[in-house]
Nanobody, 116 residues
Framework: QVQLVESGGGLVQAGGSLRLSCAAS????????LGWYRQPPGKQRELVAS???????TYTDSVKGRVTISRDNAKNTVYLEMNSLTPDDTAVYYC??????????WGQGTQVTVSS
């Protein structure tokens, strides 16, 4: 059974930092492309950052310079380090593991709330 479990969300003041974690089980973690998505209140889910099986990473423009995605294949975990948070970063954050269009998995999400 595949499971992706996010943790590390919470309430933080503007300017603060959070580190999200997503622990995976039931998959060969190292061969999956990983991504962090977020869904702000009343809005559609959007990609925040992604990291393929190699070292390259991509970020949506609104988080560049403030957010770092990383993966630890030995721990089957992907991380999202977020700094200089603003209220616009308030959302439910989800991790996704993708191998192919028919082989992809989502976590249950973790709430991040940034107060002004």
């Amino acid at each position: 059974q595949v499971q992706l479990v996010e943790s590390g969300g919470g309430l933080v003041q503007a300017g603060g930092s959070l580190r999200l974690s997503c622990a995976a089980s039931g998959i060969t973690f190292s061969i999956f492309h990983l991504g962090w998505y977020r869904q702000p209140p009343g809005k559609q889910r959007e990609l925040v950052a992604s990291i393929p099986t190699g070292d390259s990473t991509t970020y949506t423009d609104s988080v560049k310079g403030r957010v770092t995605i990383s993966r630890d294949n030995a721990k089957n975990t992907v991380y999202l380090e977020m700094n200089s948070l603003t209220p616009d970063d308030t959302a439910v954050y989800y991790c996704k593991a993708t191998r192919s269009p028919s082989s992809n998995y989502w976590g249950q999400g973790t709430q991040v709330t940034v107060s002004s």
